[in-house]
């Protein structure tokens, strides 16, 4: 099993899903849509054959816009509802029998996993050097 942990002061620039912080672990590929993991392979075998769940439980999927493939999309599930993410990648008898790829197991966050209040900010900056018609949309003033 390999494991790789949430924590919002040590995060990586740019890890934003579930998906973009598994492709950190070895055995694990993203599938890449745009600029970012959407899927991710484990030991080189197809998205559509990962069991995917969270806390245990099963994450279905009908695939993209029904498609009827197996794959979950990582992409959409933020990296700050989990404490960690366990991956196993070895095929043995107690694991599920559509697990040929491997088990992505999402562990929530708990309200146990912090000491007293809690919060979580982000945010993001734009700061402008453009002078003239550019940095003023064409407008006076």
């Not at 390999?2 to 950190?24: C, H, Q, T």
């Not at 849509?33 to 990962?50: A, F, K, T």
């Not at 994450?59 to 993209?64: C, D, L, Q």
Request: net charge negative; no cysteine; aromatic share 8%.
């Amino acid at each position: 099993m390999d494991s790789i942990a949430y924590d919002p002061y040590e995060n990586l620039g740019g890890n934003s899903s579930i998906a973009s912080s598994l492709v950190l672990l070895p055995g694990v590929t993203g599938i890449i849509n745009g600029d970012e993991p959407r899927y991710v392979s484990l030991r080189g075998i197809s998205p559509d054959l990962n069991h995917t769940t969270v806390d245990g439980l099963t994450m279905a999927s009908i695939g993209e816009t029904g498609s009827g493939t197996r794959r979950v999309n990582l992409q959409d599930t933020p990296v700050e509802m989990t404490s960690r993410t366990n991956v196993y990648k070895s095929f043995t008898a107690e694991q599920s029998g559509d697990a040929i790829g491997g088990i992505i197991d999402l562990i929530p966050m708990s309200a146990f996993d912090h000491k007293g209040f809690y919060a979580h900010l982000d945010g993001y900056g734009i700061y402008s050097t453009y002078k003239g018609s550019v940095g003023n949309n064409g407008i006076k003033g």
